[in-house]
């Protein structure tokens, strides 16, 4: 229980603090539920990132289900998901109540323009984290390589991107590199 307990405070704190959503609050999951407790290990983390792109919904969310889920199983999962979302959506009601009377505020405007930039900073180390992780060899290089290629500059849909590489991946690594001896 009091496991339970610890768990459930984390992810109310991710919830919590989880501004600028999906990628600017991996770093912050990954030093939660990896670093810090031990939940998970980092290729699993890795993974959860992997699934979590291809399946609807927040990451934050995501990344709740799985950890409870593997730690008191579906109830767990139900439990977590439902502590991340807990703070955020009481704090979008009451920002939706006073938005608009606040919205031309100057000090508003300042803070947000502060935000923004912080927000492409906390994406920045939650990539460089999952890179380290993730990028283990040049094959690993090469895929990431191929994937950024696909959506940066060929602007093809991510799911489609993540589908081609899973499939590339599945045949390079379980067909090609066992042939090659490698």
Not at 51 to 74: C, D, K, Q, R
Not at 96 to 124: C, E, H, M, Q, T
Request: net charge positive.
């Amino acid at each position: 229980m009091n496991l339970l307990l610890q768990v459930c405070f984390s992810f109310l704190k991710i919830g919590a603090f989880s501004f600028g959503g999906g990628y600017a609050v991996l770093s912050f999951i990954q030093r939660e539920v990896v670093d810090g407790h031990g939940w998970i290990n980092p290729a699993d983390f890795v993974n959860i990132v992997a699934i979590a792109e291809m399946t609807p919904g927040p990451i934050a969310v995501n990344s709740s289900t799985f950890v409870g889920y593997n730690l008191f199983g579906i109830g767990g999962g139900i439990i977590c998901s439902l502590c991340t979302l807990l703070i955020p959506f009481c704090l979008s009601l009451l920002v939706s109540i006073y938005f608009s009377k606040f919205k031309d505020s100057p000090a508003l405007k300042n803070a947000l323009s502060g935000i923004r930039p912080a927000v492409i900073g906390l994406i920045a180390a939650s990539c460089l984290s999952v890179a380290k992780i993730s990028i283990t060899s040049v094959y690993s290089l090469l895929f990431f390589g191929v994937a950024l290629f696909m959506v940066w500059r060929c602007k093809i849909n991510p799911i489609i991107t993540l589908a081609t590489c899973g499939g590339l991946g599945a045949l390079f690594y379980g067909v090609i590199l066992p042939v090659l001896g490698a």
